[in-house]
């Protein structure tokens, strides 16, 4: 089984749609992390959470928010979703002050 | 805010060649890391290092931390079929709030059989 989860994997919505994508880990790890993929841009982090009561801001968080509802669950929703949030998602943990992070299989976003 | 130049963006190779990539950055790093992503899936950890100097190995690949801590080099030997995909550096900032890591825009490997 996956150590780190993402559903859904492919989701294809509507300008102006709330969407949450939802990570869960069984690694143990105390820190989560949200990124996102676009050709040529590498990975940009979103958000992200050392531990249950502590949310952080990213690179790019505008228009994103997070809930991380339990040491192992860390979801990313978008308000209001527009075209240009079309990317690939994904999640990943570490633990502690490693530096090593474990990515999860990522969510295909497409926003018509 | 900071940022990872990782070279080249693409290669195009023949069975067997070597492979080389770089990252560098103007900022002093704690830590490298590089990832291998492939189609469809999450980014994979290949090979981390933690000093500066450090030359590490991984099978086919090796990966150096540089002196000056401010870049690293990825090789491929003997590549494979199965070696396509795309290859990330990332680096955790010296003083960096411990986890946060800084990611380079990929270099696409293709390998021809």
């Known amino acids: 089984d996956a150590d780190v989860t993402q559903t859904p994997r492919n989701r294809i919505t509507k300008t102006g749609k709330r969407i949450m994508l939802e990570c869960s880990q069984t690694?143990?790890?105390?820190?989560m992390y949200w990124y996102r993929q676009d050709p040529g841009l590498g990975l940009r982090l979103i958000y992200y959470?050392?531990?249950?009561?502590?949310?952080n801001k990213g690179e790019i968080s505008d228009g994103y928010s997070v809930s991380r509802q339990a040491q192992a669950k860390f979801s990313l929703s978008l308000e209001s979703a527009i075209p240009n949030q079309t990317a690939l998602y994904f999640c990943a943990t570490s633990q502690g002050d490693t530096d090593t992070q474990y990515f999860g299989p990522g969510t295909r976003l497409t926003v018509l | 805010g900071q940022q990872l130049n990782q070279s080249p963006q693409s290669m195009f190779i023949q069975e067997g060649e070597d492979v080389s990539m770089n990252c560098t950055s103007s900022?002093?790093?704690?830590?490298w890391l590089w990832y291998k992503q492939d189609p469809g899936e999450g980014p994979v950890l290949l090979i981390a290092?933690?000093?500066?100097?450090e030359l590490t190995s991984n099978g086919r690949l090796t990966a150096q931390f540089g002196i000056t801590r401010k870049d690293s080099f990825l090789n491929i030997s003997a590549s494979i079929p199965s070696d396509v995909g795309i290859y990330f550096c990332a680096g955790s900032l010296i003083y960096n709030q411990g986890g946060k890591l800084i990611f380079g825009q990929g270099t696409e490997l293709s390998v021809k059989p």
């Open positions: 290092l933690y000093k500066a100097g």
């Open positions: 690694k143990g790890h105390d820190r």
């Open positions: 959470s050392f531990d249950v009561k502590d949310i």
């Open positions: 900022s002093i790093f704690n830590t």
